[in-house]
C-alpha cells in the first residue's frame, strides 16, 4: 500500500509533473555570449523542477532523470542551468517544486537559512505528517517556493545540488554549476586581475547506475552504485563527440578555459590528448601557484579551472576517465575531441 507521500509523488509523476511553474522552467536564459559555449541564467532568476526527463544514452537506451528549471544549455535532460552573478553581488533564486527538493550552494559561503539543508534550512514541497522535512521559519505547503539569497563570493566556479534524499537526486541529475564573474561582469577574464581566455567551457562530470533510474526513494535499492554509463555534460559516447557544449574547437594559439565540475560520485581523470595545460584555480579560488599538467584528477564536489593554449594545428582525443572510489581501477571513460580550427 502506499503512504501518502508516495501517492502525491505518483500522481505528480503520472501528470509529468514535479515542476514549478512551466514544465519545470522558470527564469530567462540567455544564449552563449562572450567566450561561452553554453547558455545561462543570470540572477536574480528563479527555477522550477523536472522530474519527467529522459536522457538519450549513446546505445539507444531511455532513462528517466531529474533536473532544475529547462536543464544544462536549455536542450537537455540533466542538470540545471548555469547560474551567473558577478562578485559582490546580491544573489536572488528561487526554487518552485510540488515535492521536496531544495539548492545547496555547494562551495558558497551563505547562511544556515538559504544552505538548502532540510530541517535546517530553505526547501520546497510538502510538509508531510505536520513536519517531514522542515525549514527554517514557517513550515512549507504543498507548491510553495523559496528564495534563496547570499552574495556572491570570489569569482571562480562553483557547484550547487538539491540536498534532499541526496543520495538519489544528485545522481538522478540534479545538480548545476554556479559561475560568479568578477564585479565588472566581464566575461573574459577568470577573476579581477586573474587570466583572459578566448573561449569558455563547463565539464560537469557524470555517472549513471542505470538500475537506480527507476526508484523513488533512495533505499535498499539504492546501497550499491555500480555506475554503467560515464559522461561529460550528459553526454557519453558518441554524443559527447557531437556535444558543442563538450567538443573543444578554438583558433591556434586561443586561450580556453575549461571549468571541471565533480558532479560525480567517482573520481575521473581529465585528460587533453597529452597537451599540456594549466591549472588556475580549485574550488572557487585562485590557486596561490598554478601547475602545469597532461592530466588532472578531480573528485567528487571538486572543481578545477583549467587552461589551454591551443596548438598550432591539429586534432586531439580528449577524455575523463571514471575511477573506482578508491581510484585503484577505470570503470569507463568518455571520449571527446579538441580541434584547433
Not at 16 to 25: D, H, I, K, S
Not at 87 to 104: A, C, D, F, K, R
Not at 286 to 314: F, I, N
Request: net charge neutral; aromatic share 10%.
Amino acid at each position: 500500500m502506499l503512504n501518502k507521500f508516495q501517492k502525491i509523488y505518483t500522481m505528480s509523476m503520472r501528470r509529468g509533473g514535479g515542476g514549478g511553474g512551466n514544465g519545470g522552467g522558470g527564469g530567462s536564459t540567455t544564449p552563449p555570449a562572450g567566450g561561452r559555449t553554453f547558455s545561462y541564467q543570470a540572477a536574480p532568476t528563479s527555477v522550477g523542477v523536472s522530474m519527467m526527463g529522459n536522457l538519450t544514452m549513446a546505445d539507444g537506451a531511455s532513462l528517466r532523470t531529474w533536473y532544475f528549471g529547462s536543464g544544462f544549455n536549455g536542450d537537455r535532460a540533466l542538470a540545471g542551468p548555469v547560474f551567473e552573478a558577478n562578485e559582490g553581488s546580491n544573489v536572488q533564486i528561487t526554487l518552485s517544486s510540488m515535492m521536496p527538493h531544495s539548492i545547496h550552494f555547494h562551495g558558497l559561503d551563505v547562511d544556515q537559512a538559504n544552505d538548502g539543508v532540510p530541517s535546517t534550512s530553505g526547501y520546497v514541497g510538502r510538509s508531510m505528517g505536520g513536519g517531514g522535512f522542515g525549514r527554517v521559519g514557517n513550515a512549507t505547503s504543498l507548491g510553495n517556493s523559496y528564495t534563496y539569497t547570499f552574495t556572491a563570493p570570489h569569482a571562480g566556479t562553483y557547484m550547487y545540488h538539491c540536498h534532499v534524499d541526496t543520495s538519489l537526486h544528485f545522481e538522478m541529475g540534479m545538480y548545476g554549476t554556479v559561475i560568479i564573474r568578477p564585479a565588472n561582469g566581464d566575461s573574459n577574464v577568470a577573476w579581477a586581475g586573474g587570466p583572459a581566455f578566448d573561449k569558455e567551457y563547463i565539464w560537469q562530470m557524470g555517472a549513471f547506475d542505470s538500475s537506480w533510474h527507476g526508484s523513488r526513494v533512495s533505499g535498499a535499492q539504492t546501497a550499491r552504485y555500480r555506475p554503467d554509463y560515464f559522461m561529460i555534460n550528459g553526454s557519453d559516447g558518441a554524443n559527447a563527440s557531437n556535444d558543442s557544449t563538450v567538443a573543444i574547437s578554438a583558433g591556434a594559439g586561443q586561450k580556453v578555459l575549461i571549468r571541471v565540475n565533480g558532479t560525480s560520485y567517482m573520481p575521473g581523470i581529465v585528460r587533453l590528448g597529452g597537451l599540456q595545460f594549466e591549472v588556475i584555480a580549485s574550488d572557487g579560488r585562485p590557486l596561490a601557484v598554478p601547475y602545469v599538467t597532461t592530466e588532472q584528477l578531480c573528485c567528487a564536489g571538486e572543481r578545477y579551472d583549467l587552461l589551454v593554449t591551443m596548438p598550432s594545428s591539429g586534432q586531439y582525443t580528449a577524455s575523463i576517465e571514471y575511477r573506482d572510489i578508491r581510484n585503484g581501477k577505470a570503470l569507463g571513460t568518455v571520449t571527446t575531441t579538441l580541434t584547433v580550427v
